[in-house]
């Protein structure tokens, strides 16, 4: 497929229905690389990543380069349903691409297009980030050495889809766009038994109960009610029939926060909760928590005062200042390394928020945000 018949609605609909979890995106990073291999651009080098397979990087040098650009887009999808009944609904069972990752992955590659064609005045690093969802893929690029020499950016650029707003419209804002989050894997073990004689048992699915529970009065009783935060527990699985006290119950969950010591404390809550409630039933608790992936996302200052200045000048694209969300994002631990700026795109479905398996991004959002970014970029490099 060569340039100009790249055709992005396409492009977004086999992205959407072949989605892939978090380190399993083979198929997603081959799809992304044959279409940027068949590009003809003699400034364009692609760059993999041997110790992340489902990494991608294209870099493009620039005519005059006085800075590298970053900009990056996350390719997994999330363990969900799909309940759209589009056309193009994912084909793999119990995946869907529900946080609109394919949004982002084709926004990029329409950007990434532009720049193919046209010779960017400054260098361009693209990023095609695997594992967003789960395990840090962005961390653990960082922390491979990826972005060193030619290949690091002197800033970094990266959006999340917002169904909450209207498609195409852009918004971000001063300081922290995205809470820092980190995940709580909790399994607890104790002797299962007969329903009848819970006396005999110490019975995980009351310990699993409590600690669903306890770790509530975090918010509550913990976080200085003025900085809010939140503990989820979205994963919790015990027993197959009424009548059985089961030897195991697994939990999983996300703790959230806007500063990254609080963020921390409230992770030592858990492990004190845990510890006690293992006491207090007589269960083992075996508690992995997350060390650091998902750090705040805190936009630079300077850098976004001037993506803010742009885009909220042009006539011609849609912006507006934005609060703070408790979504998390390992883009959050790039740009504490990094300097950038984060920013949402509207995808404008209201009824459907991200995670939910009904999501149905709106089209026409793509065309405009590939449009206000490339001319965002374009101002950029011309400064
Ligand atoms: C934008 C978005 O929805 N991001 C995810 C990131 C998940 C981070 C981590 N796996 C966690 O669960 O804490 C989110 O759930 O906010």
Redesign the pocket.
């Known amino acids: 497929m060569t340039i100009t018949d790249l055709n992005l609605i396409d492009i977004r609909r086999h992205l959407h229905a072949h989605p892939e979890l978090s380190l399993d995106e083979f198929e997603t990073q081959r799809y992304l690389k044959n279409i940027v291999t068949a590009w003809q651009s003699s400034w364009l080098t692609i760059r993999e990543i041997p110790a992340l397979p489902t990494a991608l990087l294209v870099r493009l040098t620039g005519k005059h380069p006085k800075r590298t650009i970053g900009y990056r887009a996350d390719i997994d999808a999330l363990p969900i349903t799909e309940e759209t009944g589009l056309p193009f609904s994912s084909e793999r069972a119990g995946v869907m691409h529900a946080?609109g990752h394919d949004i982002h992955m084709t926004v990029a590659l329409g950007v990434l297009a532009h720049f193919a064609e046209q010779q960017p005045e400054d260098n361009m690093v693209f990023l095609f980030q695997p594992a967003?969802?789960?395990h840090?893929g962005g961390k653990q690029l960082y922390e491979l050495g990826t972005f060193v020499d030619e290949w690091r950016p002197d800033e970094f650029y990266a959006l999340?889809d917002q169904p909450a707003m209207p498609a195409g419209q852009i918004a971000t804002r001063q300081g922290t766009l995205?809470a820092g989050?980190?995940?709580i894997h909790l399994t607890i073990k104790g002797q299962g038994g007969h329903a009848a004689f819970p006396h005999r048992s110490q019975d995980v699915i009351v310990a699993a109960a409590a600690f669903v529970m306890q770790v509530q009065t975090i918010v509550s009783r913990n976080v200085d009610p003025v900085h809010g935060g939140v503990v989820t527990v979205g994963m919790v699985q015990a027993g197959n029939i009424g009548n059985v006290i089961p030897n195991e119950a697994k939990l999983a969950g996300?703790?959230?926060a806007f500063d990254q010591s609080e963020l921390e404390m409230m992770q030592q809550r858990v492990r004190e909760i845990a510890q006690g409630l293992a006491t207090v039933y007589g269960v083992e608790f075996d508690l992995q928590l997350?060390q650091g992936?998902?750090w705040p996302v805190n936009n630079d200052p300077d850098i976004t005062r001037e993506f803010i200045q742009y885009m909220a000048n042009d006539d011609e694209i849609d912006f507006t200042t934005c609060e703070p969300a408790?979504?998390?994002?390992?883009f959050g631990y790039i740009i504490n390394q990094i300097p950038g700026t984060m920013f949402w795109l509207g995808v404008g479905d209201v009824d459907h928020s991200?995670?939910d398996s009904r999501l149905s991004p709106n089209e026409t959002a793509i065309e405009t945000g590939v449009k206000a970014i490339i001319k965002y970029l374009s101002w950029r490099m011309s400064a």
């Open positions: 946080c967003e969802e789960e840090a999340h995205f989050s980190a995940e996300t703790i959230r997350e992936g998902y408790m979504t998390g994002e390992d991200l995670h």
